[in-house]
T-cell receptor, first 112, second 117 residues
Framework: KNQVEQSPQSLIILEGKNCTLQ??????????LRWYKQDTGRGPVSLTI?????NTKSNGRYTATLDADTKQSSLHITASQLSDSASYIC???????????FGAGTTVTVRA | GAGVSQSPRYKVAKRGQDVALRCDPI?????LFWYQQALGQGPEFLTY????????KSGLPSDRFFAERPEGSVSTLKIQRTQQEDSAVYLC???????????????FGPGTRLTVL
């Protein structure tokens, strides 16, 4: 079964600090990996997408990395803001399949 | 432009009651997906439509769950004789193309939070 594991489950950081979220997957054959941000009461919104050949992708203060050999990805948040408080979900796509494999998410709380 | 919308945003049902959840996808989007998201978990696939055709319903947990998209636009997820374990957020997502290409982004609605008492 294709699986996506995320860590930590939750974390609390002070405004202005950095943090890194981890995602390990066993999805095969791999097509792409997206990080989604899900605000409370909202649907997930895509932050970044990476294919097999891409190692890093940035979107403002969000930087995602991918190591396709070890099947690991990370999402780094720089200079966190209160609005970064949300759940961050790692989503992996299987090649030639519309089904997505979702991680359980990491809940990030940014405090002033 | 307008994103995916869902209604109602919150629904409280008594056990045994039937419910209907509505999804309005982005205009022109061919593919539509329904997901079930339990508290603290990632979404789980329920069913997939390509226009009005339901191509995959393998994720529906029981025959009490039924989905339709009769005109290839708005979709309704119906749950009959609701049970407490049906309590979850139901997310709808749409994507532009008709093919099964895995690179296409799915745009999610805000979800309907269903609570069965």
């Amino acid at each position: 079964k294709n699986q996506v594991e995320q860590s930590p489950q939750s974390l609390i950081i002070l405004e202005g600090k950095n943090c890194t979220l981890q995602c390990n997957y066993t999805v095969s054959p791999f097509s792409n990996l997206r990080w989604y941000k899900q605000d409370t009461g909202r649907g997930p919104v895509s932050l970044t997408i990476m294919t097999f050949s891409e190692n890093t992708k940035s979107n403002g203060r969000y930087t995602a990395t991918l190591d396709a050999d070890t099947k690991q990805s990370s999402l780094h948040i720089t200079a966190s803001q209160l609005s970064d408080s949300a759940s961050y979900i790692c989503v992996v796509s299987v090649a030639n399949d519309y089904k997505l494999s979702f991680g359980a998410g990491t809940t990030v709380t940014v405090r002033a | 432009g307008a994103g995916v919308s869902q209604s109602p945003r919150y629904k409280v049902a008594k056990r045994g009651q039937d419910v209907a959840l509505r999804c309005d996808p982005i205009s022109g989007h061919v593919s539509l997906f329904w997901y079930q998201q339990a508290l603290g978990q990632g979404p789980e696939f329920l069913t997939y439509f390509q226009n009005e055709a339901q191509l995959d319903k393998s994720g529906l947990p029981s025959d009490r769950f039924f989905a339709e998209r009769p005109e290839g636009s708005v979709s309704t997820l119906k749950i009959q004789r609701t049970q407490q374990e049906d309590s979850a957020v139901y997310l709808c997502a749409s994507s532009l193309t008709r093919t099964s290409r895995s690179g296409n982004e799915q745009f999610f609605g805000p979800g309907t939070r269903l609570t069965v008492l």
